[in-house]
């Protein structure tokens, strides 16, 4: 690790070893979706005004998530990681066995599950949305759908956790730190 001190605080920089991949948008993103989620499913009161405003902040976030896939830097392009079958079959064969690649940005399974778990916060923030509308006011089945929906970000968000510590033991590095810090061992 190569550390430059600039006024007293260590500013890390790039070097053959370690790389930068997590920009602060992509970890600003996650961790807020992880607080939020967090907050909605075990904290607060749904319906409640705390609820709503956490989901209103996760769908900003969202929104901001999606452009950046768009315009950000390189790990955070969609197009740098999205899962075509080109990329996810082979991946899927490796992984099938015991010698999927390690990657410096998402793999392909990886990336398939970001997208799932975006389609279903966007469609969770929605139908919370539409449940304060007086057309859908007091409607069960989309109280239901909204409640299914997120359970099944809790579902979902439990695979990827356990899927990065799976990857975290079978690649040697600490994915959760590195979403933490943005920073990743380089490819060797």
Known sequence: MAATRTGGSAA????????KVWDPVV???HWTVVVGCTLN????????????????????????RLVWGLIGTHYARFASFFPTPKRLLPYVQALAKGREPRMLGHNP???????????????????G????????????????????????????AGLHA??????????RENLVW???????????
């Open 12 to 19: 890390f920089v790039e070097t053959p070893a370690r790389v």
């Open 27 to 29: 970890r600003l993103f």
């Open 41 to 64: 499913l075990f904290v607060l009161e749904p319906g409640h005004r705390a609820h709503r405003y956490v989901g209103y902040t996760i769908l900003t976030v969202l929104a901001v």
């Open 109 to 127: 399974l990886a990336a398939l599950m970001m997208f799932a778990l975006m389609a279903l916060l966007a469609a969770t923030a929605i139908t």
């Open 129 to 156: 949305w539409m449940t304060t509308l007086d057309a859908f006011w007091g409607l069960k089945w989309l109280e239901e759908l909204h409640g299914l929906l997120a359970n099944l970000i809790l579902v979902l």
């Open 162 to 171: 356990l899927a990065a510590i799976v990857e975290s033991w079978r690649h």
């Open 178 to 188: 590195s979403m933490v810090t943005g920073w990743k061992r380089a490819v060797e």
